[in-house]
C-alpha cells in the first residue's frame, strides 16, 4: 500500500519493510561483538518497540534475557514532555549490562529518564538501541549506541509506531502527508 488513513490523517508509504529488516540485521551484528563476554538484559520498551524488539531478538538469536518495561509521553503526534513510568523493569539490573530496545528517538527525553534510572539502579552498561532515529528533534545530549535508520522529523506510523493506537500493525513505516500534498 503506498497510503493508509488512520482517523483523521493520511500517511504515504516512506520506509518499506525489506529496509526496516536490513537496518536490524546491521544493527544485530554489532550489538553481538559489544555484548561478548557479558550477561546482557534486552529491555524492550512498549507498546512501540514490540516488532522491533522481536526482529532484533530473532536476529540476535543466542540466550539472552529478555523483558519489557512500558514508558509513555505522547498524546496525538507529539510529545507532552512528561514521562509516565507506565511498567517498570521488572528483572534485577544490578551489575548487568542492559540493552534497551526503543522504536523512535526523537526528543529523547524518555530514555535519558530511563537510562539514568538503569545507572541509578546500578547496571553496570547501559546501551541503547533504537530502530528510528530523529536527530533533528533530539533535545537533551542522548546518544544512541545504534541506530537502525536516521530520519527527519516527518510523523511516522507503522511497525510499532501508531497515531492514537491505531497503525502499529503494518509491516512497512509511513509518513504523515501535510494538507495539499
Given at each position: 500500500?503506498?497510503?493508509?488513513?488512520l482517523k483523521?490523517k493520511?500517511?504515504?508509504?516512506?520506509?518499506?519493510?525489506?529496509?526496516i529488516?536490513?537496518?536490524?540485521?546491521?544493527?544485530?551484528?554489532?550489538?553481538?561483538?559489544?555484548?561478548?563476554?557479558?550477561d546482557?538484559?534486552?529491555?524492550?520498551?512498549?507498546?512501540?518497540a514490540?516488532?522491533f524488539?522481536?526482529?532484533l531478538?530473532?536476529?540476535?538469536?543466542?540466550?539472552?534475557?529478555?523483558?519489557f518495561?512500558r514508558?509513555?509521553?505522547y498524546?496525538?503526534?507529539?510529545?507532552?514532555?512528561e514521562?509516565?513510568?507506565i511498567?517498570?523493569i521488572q528483572?534485577?539490573?544490578?551489575g548487568?549490562t542492559?540493552?534497551?530496545m526503543?522504536?523512535?528517538?526523537?526528543?529523547?527525553?524518555?530514555?535519558?529518564f530511563?537510562?539514568n534510572?538503569?545507572?541509578?539502579a546500578?547496571?553496570?552498561?547501559v546501551k541503547l538501541?533504537t530502530?528510528?532515529f530523529?536527530?533533528?528533534?533530539?533535545q537533551?545530549?542522548?546518544?544512541?549506541?545504534?541506530?537502525?535508520l536516521?530520519i527527519?522529523?516527518?510523523?511516522?506510523?507503522?511497525y510499532?509506531?501508531?497515531y492514537?493506537?491505531?497503525?502499529?500493525m503494518?509491516?512497512?513505516?509511513?509518513?504523515i502527508?501535510?494538507?495539499?500534498?
Amino acid at each position: 500500500m503506498n497510503r493508509i488513513r488512520l482517523k483523521d490523517k493520511e500517511f504515504e508509504l516512506f520506509i518499506p519493510e525489506s529496509k526496516i529488516k536490513e537496518a536490524i540485521q546491521g544493527m544485530a551484528v554489532r550489538i553481538k561483538e559489544d555484548i561478548k563476554g557479558t550477561d546482557p538484559l534486552f529491555v524492550g520498551v512498549l507498546n512501540g518497540a514490540f516488532m522491533f524488539a522481536a526482529e532484533l531478538m530473532k536476529e540476535l538469536n543466542g540466550p539472552y534475557q529478555l523483558t519489557f518495561a512500558r514508558y509513555s509521553s505522547y498524546k496525538g503526534t507529539s510529545s507532552s514532555g512528561e514521562i509516565n513510568e507506565i511498567m517498570p523493569i521488572q528483572v534485577p539490573v544490578e551489575g548487568r549490562t542492559v540493552v534497551l530496545m526503543e522504536d523512535i528517538i526523537d526528543t529523547g527525553f524518555t530514555m535519558e529518564f530511563v537510562m539514568n534510572k538503569l545507572h541509578n539502579a546500578g547496571a553496570a552498561d547501559v546501551k541503547l538501541a533504537t530502530l528510528l532515529f530523529k536527530p533533528e528533534a533530539l533535545q537533551c545530549k542522548l546518544i544512541p549506541d545504534y541506530v537502525g535508520l536516521s530520519i527527519p522529523t516527518d510523523f511516522i506510523v507503522g511497525y510499532g509506531l501508531d497515531y492514537d493506537e491505531l497503525g502499529r500493525m503494518y509491516r512497512d513505516i509511513y509518513k504523515i502527508v501535510e494538507p495539499g500534498k
